[in-house]
């Protein structure tokens, strides 16, 4: 399964600009993206997507760009069999409330808000059952079979999770073991 964007329609230019201004800032690009006056919608995710694609990762292989910037970016792919939903930092930022749940039970989703099935189900699990980055790649490579989408996702999955405000994730720095607190299946 390969990755690639989604519909057009569905990037508003303006969080699209504010990324790249973030990137721009970062001062980790060798070469700025340009000015966007004057350039389409669809000139700018091309500049934006290789510029997040050109920023390499650390010894440790995690991305060493803006977090805000890679969440955006993952939030701009799609598996072309599925396509996952970007979550939003309002529906992460407080805890759900009862009807919101049983909500959740009826359309399939885990204990942690993914849809059952899904990747970041499948990435849920597995940070139950405890894993490394490279344990959650592998699985990604072969559901996406494109190594460098493989470790975005997983990158990108790990960061939500631990990030979240209810640190849902946490990691063993002495063993590079992921692991979640709760069972994301119950």
């Known amino acids: 399964m390969k990755t690639k964007l989604v519909d ?17 800032d970062s001062g980790i690009l060798a070469d700025k993206i340009p000015g966007l006056v004057g ?6 995710v091309d500049l934006f997507v290789k510029a997040v694609q050109s920023i390499p990762d650390d010894e440790n292989g995690n991305w060493t760009g803006p977090k805000e910037t890679g969440t955006y970016y993952m939030s701009l792919l799609v598996a072309e069999e599925k396509k996952d939903v970007p979550v939003s930092k309002e529906s992460t ?40 980055r490279d344990q959650i ?25 631990m990030t979240r ?10 063993t590079g073991v992921y692991k979640a607190e709760k069972n994301p299946n119950e």
């Open 165 to 174: 405000g209810d640190s849902l994730v946490v990691l063993d720095s002495e």
């Open 93 to 132: 930022s407080k805890k759900p409330h009862a009807k919101e749940k049983k909500k959740s039970e009826a359309t399939g989703k885990n204990g942690f808000g993914h849809v059952k099935g899904s990747i970041a189900a499948d990435i849920d699990t597995m940070l139950y059952e405890g894993a490394t």
């Open 8 to 24: 057009m329609k569905e990037i508003r230019f303006k969080d699209l600009a504010v990324e790249v201004k973030r990137l721009n």
């Open 137 to 161: 790649t592998d699985m990604l490579l072969n559901r996406l079979g494109d190594k460098k989408a493989a470790s975005a996702r997983s990158r990108s999955h790990l960061l939500h999770m």
């Open 39 to 44: 350039k389409s919608k669809e000139e700018v």
